[in-house]
């Protein structure tokens, strides 16, 4: 493998990376892209290990001996410190991260992303180890514009919904909305974060991801996770999709989100990994501003991508409305609207997201399709019990 260069010309000097909730979503990218594409080593923790196991059999593949996983949990797990102080650098990615879970469980949603991720940042503080700690773009709530009358014309200027690192607040509903006990965890141990490299000189830099999507996103009720299990709304819409039933918009799926394709989203975070006097004492914004679409819009592509992709034809009706206390409980409330700024992670380290919506969705739902479709035709096919 040819050396690698930081942004700055620099050669990049192999390093251990301690990855904790390395066996999820972003994990599993983040372990094959180092893997593939890096000499760096690293230490996989994680309650599991399905979406890595790949990387991990066989003894001959070129990475062997490069990546070690540690079933571990680190609500309670004595070698949690000893793994933070083997590496040079920990990222944290392990949470509680799917909204059904934030109104509903939101005792387990504050340890998860509070309590639990504590120890984590004393043990980097305490042995001069570098942090990279995922946060969440939910940290910002919801926009100023969002409490503009709803014809106000400052509703359609930038400074009133754009989401700026360095300058927006943090608007969360009242605490009976459990919905904000995520994102208020999140800024908490944030804050924490930020404070220790104030007081104490910890190297971090804290990632808000802006809804990251592709393969291995959660998992599809009854097949790879719980028949009653909400995952996020990509996860969702392909299960409504591969049981060819219609989608559920929440609240008229008025909602706004832009998503980034994972393999962009990863390209970031290695630039943060491998150049860490650009990326240590930052907060970094990493999302798609071009890809913004309400949820109604996603279903619509969604649908369209997927009759592609799969062959199958459309629905006659192919959504449904539902409302939030229906299809999440009491307790729910949503972001209306979330625009990355682009200008930190820009200046620090050159990046930008390249994949279109459509694009990711087509890469996205052909996975899905090639992935689930056999078993969700044989899961239908069974007698269910009367
Ligand atoms: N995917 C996104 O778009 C997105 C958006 C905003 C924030 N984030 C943040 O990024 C991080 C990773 O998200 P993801 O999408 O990969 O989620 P994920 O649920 O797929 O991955 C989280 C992993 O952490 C592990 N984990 C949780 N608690 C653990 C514990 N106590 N001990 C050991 N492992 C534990 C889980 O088993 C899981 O494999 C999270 O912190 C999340 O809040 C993600
Ligand atoms: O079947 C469904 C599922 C969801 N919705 C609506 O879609 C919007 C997005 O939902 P989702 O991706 O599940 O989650 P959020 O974007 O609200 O929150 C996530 O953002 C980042 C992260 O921190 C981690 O991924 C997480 O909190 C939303 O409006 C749902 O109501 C739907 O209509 N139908």
Redesign the pocket.
């Known amino acids: 493998m040819a050396a690698r260069m930081d942004l700055d010309g620099r050669p990049i000097k192999p390093m251990t990376i301690c990855m904790?909730?390395a066996?999820?979503?972003?994990?599993s990218h983040l372990c094959e892209k180092l893997m593939a594409e890096t000499p760096h080593k690293v230490l996989a923790?994680?309650?599991?290990n399905d979406k890595i196991k790949r990387l991990l059999e066989p003894d001959s593949l070129p990475w062997a001996g490069r990546i070690e996983f540690h079933q571990?949990?680190?609500?309670h797990d004595s070698r949690l410190e000893g793994l933070v102080k083997m590496a040079d650098l920990t990222i944290n990615?392990?949470?509680i991260?799917t909204p059904a879970d934030y109104n509903t469980r939101p005792l387990d949603t504050i340890y998860?992303n509070f309590i639990?991720a504590l120890p984590v940042v004393k043990y980097c503080s305490e042995n001069s180890k570098r942090l990279i700690h995922?946060s969440?773009?939910e940290v910002y709530g919801k926009t100023i514009g969002s409490f503009l009358p709803k014809d106000s014309p400052l509703r359609k200027d930038p400074a009133y919904y754009v989401l700026k690192e360095d300058t927006s607040p943090c608007i969360f509903g009242s605490i009976e909305k459990q919905r904000w006990s995520y994102a208020c965890a999140k800024q908490l141990i944030e804050r924490l974060i930020y404070a220790e490299g104030a007081e104490s000189g910890l190297d971090f830099t804290i990632v808000r991801?802006f809804?990251?999507i592709g393969p291995r996103m959660?998992f599809i009720p009854g097949i790879d996770g719980p028949s009653e299990g909400v995952p996020r709304v990509l996860a969702c819409f392909s299960n409504n999709l591969l049981r060819r039933e219609p989608l559920k918009l929440v609240d008229g799926g008025q909602s706004q989100r832009t998503f980034v394709y994972i393999k962009d989203a990863i390209e970031a975070v290695l630039l943060m990994i491998e150049n860490p006097d650009r990326a240590n004492g930052h907060i970094f914004n990493v999302g798609n501003p071009n890809n913004e679409v309400t949820v109604r819009q996603l279903a619509e592509m969604m649908t369209q991508v997927y009759t592609k992709v799969s062959g199958e034809p459309m629905l006659q009706s192919p959504s449904i409305d539902v409302s939030s206390k229906e299809f999440y409980g009491e307790g729910y409330d949503d972001s209306d609207k979330r625009i990355p700024d682009m200008t930190i992670i820009n200046k620090q380290l050159g990046w930008n997201p390249k994949t279109s919506l459509w694009d990711l969705l087509e890469s996205t739902l052909t996975y899905q399709y090639r992935t689930y479709a056999e078993a969700i035709k044989k899961s239908m096919a069974k007698p269910t019990a009367s």
Request: glycine letters at 14%; aromatic letters at 14%.
């Open positions: 904790i909730g066996g999820g979503f972003i994990g923790l994680d309650v599991y571990i949990n680190i609500k990615l392990a949470a991260c998860s639990d995922f969440t773009c991801p809804n990251w959660d």
